[in-house]
């Protein structure tokens, strides 16, 4: 059991410094505007509120 561990949630990789701002690199959900939207290969997705975005190629 003490094998299945998950990765810690690394949300460093969300956030970037530049010229001292702080930047969000994912993109905010159009209908909460704090929640970040989770970029897939073919979508992006707010898990809380269920908004879905596709990406045309």
């Known amino acids: 059991m003490a094998d299945d561990k998950k990765p810690a ?3 460093y990789k969300l956030y970037e410094v530049k010229d001292g701002k702080l ?3 994912n993109p905010r959900s159009p209908k ?3 929640l970040f939207m989770a970029v897939h ?3 992006k997705h ?3 509120t269920g908004h879905t975005e596709k990406n045309d190629k």
């Open 46 to 48: 707010c898990g809380t």
């Open 23 to 25: 930047i969000r690199k």
């Open 32 to 34: 909460d505007n704090g």
């Open 9 to 11: 949630y690394q949300r």
């Open 41 to 43: 290969s073919d979508r």
